[in-house]
């Protein structure tokens, strides 16, 4: 079992960062990929950013990438989302995720509960 709690949502200006973190508990986070999604209101849930549990692979959706950086520290169960030059369309709830897949489309096995973004323009 793997219980994530995101935190660093808020609000922003178009063209600011944040960064978001997620604290894992349980002995096992390194050998979990860890991903990102976010949902904004009225929309599905969509992928937003992927890393391996070597760090070796890293993958992003097409309207975050030069933008968004996900890194992960194992040593302190905590993944990160560095978000630079938001935009508007950023705004969404950000939710955490673990998987044992290799790749985003193999599914995650556990969520947290998410994490607020608002970008004011």
């Known amino acids: 079992q793997v219980q994530l709690v995101e935190s660093g949502g808020g609000l922003v200006q178009a063209g600011g960062s944040l960064r978001l973190s997620c604290a894992a508990s349980?002995?096992?986070?390194?050998?979990?990929?860890m991903a990102w999604f976010r949902q904004a209101p009225g929309k599905e849930r969509e992928f937003v950013a992927f890393?391996?549990?070597?760090?070796?692979?890293?993958y992003y959706a097409d309207s975050v990438k030069g933008r968004f950086t996900i890194s992960r520290d194992n040593g302190k169960n905590t993944v990160y989302q560095q978000m630079n030059n938001l935009k508007p369309e950023d705004t969404a709830v950000y939710y955490c995720?673990?998987?044992?897949?290799?790749?985003?489309?193999?599914?995650?096995?556990?969520w947290g509960e998410g994490t607020l973004v608002t970008v004011s323009s």
């Open positions: 349980g002995r096992t986070f390194s050998s979990y990929a």
């Open positions: 995720a673990a998987s044992r897949a290799l790749l985003p489309a193999g599914g995650m096995d556990y």
């Open positions: 890393i391996s549990w070597r760090e070796s692979n890293t």
